[in-house]
């Protein structure tokens, strides 16, 4: 059955981009941490060098995968990953399309009727595998929403002191989530947790 998974790097206080919007502080553990190639695939390919344990990390998460759920400032900031995103069909959170989309050959997608329907459509895109979700804001729909099945959180080696938080806006906290599962890494600790809808302490 296809899951709804949360993907974010995030800094050990928290944010997952600086004030500014830069996220390469938290990033930077997929550029140099080691010496093992992962490839990204899609339109505009990336090449991680990370060690091994986040190598096999990332292989096991993205090969779930089978489409992305995101915001529309994830998608401005990846230019559109060039118009295929490595995990599969693309959902983008907007209040509009933007100018210039859709475009041939995308498999870029734009939701504007909310959350709900962006899970749908995405989900049914996926083909039963996973829903992989990028951005802080849209993380926090589908948390407030009840949408959300699993998060990973890979946590950086890195103290921002302020910036974009990840888990801020919340409506029902405190909420309890399953046990962790742990990759140690290097320059990162990989965190996956299950989310008990409901769960209070």
């Known amino acids: 059955m296809s899951e709804v998974v949360a993907i974010m790097s995030m800094s050990l206080d928290g944010f997952?981009?600086?004030?500014?919007?830069?996220?390469m502080g938290v990033f930077a553990w997929y550029f140099g941490s080691g010496d093992v190639?992962?490839?990204t695939g899609g339109s505009n390919p990336m090449t991680f060098t990370v060690s091994e344990p986040s190598a096999g990390y990332i292989r096991g998460l993205t090969s779930r995968l089978g489409a992305v759920l995101t915001g529309r400032r994830t998608f401005e900031t990846a230019q559109g990953w060039?118009?295929?995103?490595?995990?599969?069909?693309?959902?983008?959170?907007?209040?509009?399309?933007?100018?210039?989309?859709?475009?041939?050959?995308?498999t870029v997608h734009f939701v504007t009727d909310g959350i709900e329907s962006a899970v749908q459509q995405?989900?049914?895109?996926?083909?039963g595998k996973d829903v992989g979700v990028h951005g802080a804001d849209t993380i926090q729909q589908l948390l407030n929403a009840g949408l959300l099945d699993t998060l990973h959180v890979d946590v950086a080696a890195v103290l921002l002191g302020s910036?974009?938080?990840?888990?801020?806006?919340?409506a029902d906290t405190p909420a309890v989530l399953g046990d962790p599962t742990v990759v140690q890494g290097v320059?990162?600790?990989?965190?996956?947790?299950p989310v008990l809808k409901g769960a209070r302490p």
């Open 16 to 23: 997952v981009a600086a004030p500014d919007g830069d996220v």
């Open 163 to 170: 910036g974009v938080r990840l888990f801020d806006h919340l």
């Open 37 to 39: 190639e992962v490839r």
């Open 82 to 106: 060039g118009g295929n995103h490595g995990w599969g069909p693309a959902f983008v959170l907007a209040h509009e399309i933007p100018e210039g989309w859709p475009r041939p050959d995308s």
């Open 122 to 127: 995405a989900k049914e895109a996926a083909g």
């Open 187 to 193: 320059g990162v600790t990989h965190l996956r947790y």
